[in-house]
């Protein structure tokens, strides 16, 4: 059974930082294409952030770029979101998926990932 779970969310000041992480279970990440999703109150879930299998390639939503770093420990079966200068409307539930191939361009597709974890929420006051 595969399971990804995330952890590291929390409550935090606007300007403070969090690691996400994500870790699987019955499923090897390092062939895997993964992102990082988040829905905040009332909003549709929207990609944030996603990186290849080798990690040689990321995407980021512009909304995040310059302040998440997606990263991945393949050896360890993890995936990061490093989240800094966070803001209040970062305040969401943060979701890791994986997909079995790469999806460059189809990226943010949320139908292109086979798995997903429950989510961290994250909470960002001002």
């Known amino acids: 059974q595969v399971q990804l779970v995330e952890s590291g969310g929390g409550s935090v000041q606007a300007g403070g930082s969090l690691r996400l992480s994500c870790t699987a279970s019955g499923y090897t990440l390092s062939s895997a294409f993964m992102a990082w999703f988040c829905q905040g109150p009332g909003k549709e879930r929207e990609a944030v952030a996603s990186i290849s299998a080798s990690g040689g390639l990321t995407y980021y939503t512009s909304s995040v770029k310059g302040r998440f770093t997606i990263s991945r420990d393949n050896p360890e079966n993890t995936v990061y979101l490093q989240m800094n200068s966070l803001k209040p409307e970062d305040t969401a539930m943060y979701y890791c998926?994986?997909?079995?191939?790469?999806?460059?361009?189809?990226?943010?597709?949320?139908?292109?990932?086979?798995?997903w974890g429950q989510g961290t929420q994250v909470t960002v006051s001002s």
């Open positions: 998926a994986a997909a079995p191939r790469t999806l460059f361009g189809f990226w943010s597709r949320g139908n292109e990932y086979r798995y």
